[in-house]
């Protein structure tokens, strides 16, 4: 009896256990934090993992390979200088951004490991990507014939929308690349209409005929990259309504934002630095993507200059020493980030405003000064401002006058730390803990191969999702409306005019 109950439990466990594969090509560390968090997981419960992406991840189980694209962290550090972006125009971020989509993209299917497992006779049952301007990465899951599911570390952004079907409202729904939230005033709208068009006659125009040309090179015997392009069965989304706009979402978009933010216990040094900071401690970090030695040296000594006013110690992500900075001033290339911003002590967060940092700031009841650089930055802290959570000081004015002034706004108004807990509470409070969510959806697809009910949004054309054939039909029929008035009341001003001449004429 117990034999065969072994038996029969054996064959539900692989029936159950999937073959995954997961493309996360972006070389920056917060996504390979969330992608690692998220395939970690999901071979924890069983499955068989393969991952592609840059970083090599640490202590993994036998069920969790990785091809490893080291070339991109290298490349993409010499070709990109990514601290002249916060100066530039959405314009010209919107264009930089899908050519760094269209470099990733290639750089992760020149690979040589790549190549040979597309060239193998692997079989998955599912193909997780993250959507990160690599569309022709979708050609994964044509290409092995398996469900799709994308993964969005930006959250709901005007690129991921489209392809699910999710409506695009440039009244509410702000162009990553600007600082608004989804309460804009009225030219405010008009700029983000500007950058909502361009954007996507930009993507449709340019972008995707590149990554057309990537799909017909790499996956020349699976479907076409228009079908491919919207064949994604779901999306999950790293947002939640509390740092991020309440969007109008279908069903087949899910948010599990904060998912990664689970604190674990400090290194004695830091825990014994936390634990004497009786007056409070500041954590700043710029994060993984950009230095704080790269400052220039008139904002290093503005910095250091407000620093040395404050009674707090502060936690600096530095990547050099430092051997002139204020005694209250502690550096490191690297603070372990989420466990230092739940230690009770942690007053205030000076971040560059990323979305995983804000989230952990909010998770964790934490104030903050942002100082958003690119991407989707400034969006962050725009949100976060005007949730009365965090101050924003921008590079191009930072000063000793303006960080001093926002940071002991920041510290010294309690409102901020009432609006960030009343928020810590929100994004705690959940009937499922979003990394149970995401896998509740992701083996839902795998068991449903794939989900059927994506919104009909999809068979639309944009004209016909927004009404434009309609708009143009109602003008088109009040425009003969128009002019039936006019030609009527030229016949009969004609007429009366005809009649007046001919009663002239009798008279006479």
Not at 4 to 31: D, M, N, W, Y
Not at 57 to 79: C, F, H, M, S, W
Request: net charge positive.
């Amino acid at each position: 009896m117990n034999v065969v109950f072994l038996i029969t439990s054996f064959l539900v466990l692989r029936a159950e256990c999937a073959k995954i594969l997961g493309i996360f090509p972006a070389p920056g560390h917060s996504q390979f934090v969330l992608s690692d968090i998220l395939m970690t997981e999901l071979a924890k419960r069983g499955h068989q993992v393969t991952v592609i992406c840059p970083h090599e991840p640490k202590n993994q189980p036998p069920n969790y390979k990785t091809i490893v694209t080291k070339e991109l962290i290298r490349d993409t550090a010499g070709d990109f200088s990514l601290w002249n972006l916060e100066s530039q125009s959405l314009f010209k971020n919107i264009k930089a951004t899908y050519v760094f989509g269209n470099f990733i993209t290639e750089k992760t299917l020149q690979n040589k490991e790549v190549q040979e497992l597309l060239q193998s006779n692997e079989h998955f049952d599912l193909v997780i990507v993250e959507h990160f301007f690599n569309d022709a990465l979708k050609g994964f899951a044509a290409h092995f014939k398996a469900p799709l599911v994308l993964f969005s570390s930006m959250g709901s952004t005007e690129w991921n929308r489209e392809c699910m079907g999710a409506p695009m409202l440039p009244t509410i729904n702000a162009v990553t690349y600007t600082q608004y939230t989804n309460k804009m005033r009225f030219f405010q709208r008009i700029r983000n209409l500007y950058g909502t068009l361009f954007d996507y006659l930009y993507r449709h125009y340019v972008f995707y005929p590149e990554q057309r040309n990537y799909m017909a090179k790499y996956f020349p015997s699976s479907m076409d990259f228009d079908k491919v392009l919207y064949n994604a069965s779901l999306m999950l989304l790293n947002s939640h309504v509390t740092t991020s706009e309440n969007a109008l979402l279908p069903y087949n978009m899910v948010e599990i934002g904060g998912f990664h933010v689970v604190s674990k216990p400090l290194d004695k040094e830091v825990q014994t630095l936390l634990d004497g900071a009786t007056d409070g401690a500041i954590l700043f970090s710029l994060g993984s993507f950009l230095h704080s030695s790269d400052l220039s040296e008139d904002t290093r000594d503005a910095i250091f200059r407000v620093f040395a006013k404050l009674k707090q110690k502060v936690l600096w992500k530095f990547e050099t020493d430092l051997p002139d900075k204020p005694e209250n001033v502690f550096i490191s290339k690297w603070w372990k980030q989420r466990d230092i911003l739940a230690h009770r002590n942690i007053k205030l967060f000076i971040t560059h405003g990323g979305l995983l940092s804000t989230e952990e700031a909010i998770v964790n009841g934490v104030p903050m000064v942002g100082v958003p650089i690119l991407a989707d930055q400034k969006m962050n802290m725009a949100r976060a401002k005007s949730n009365g959570v965090a101050c924003v000081v921008s590079l191009s004015k930072l000063s000793e006058e303006t960080l001093f002034e926002a940071v002991n706004e920041t510290l010294n108004n309690p409102s901020y730390r009432n609006n960030v807990k009343r928020l810590s509470s929100l994004i705690k409070d959940r009937p499922m803990q979003p990394l149970d969510l995401a896998m509740y959806w992701i083996e839902y697809t795998i068991r449903h191969s794939g989900m059927t009910f994506k919104p009909s949004s999809l068979y639309l054309h944009w004209f016909e999702m927004y009404m434009v054939d309609i708009v143009f039909f109602a003008l088109f029929n009040c425009l003969v409306v128009v002019l039936f008035v006019i030609s009527g009341f030229k016949f009969v001003k004609g007429c009366i005019s005809t009649c007046r001449k001919s009663d002239k004429k009798k008279k006479q």
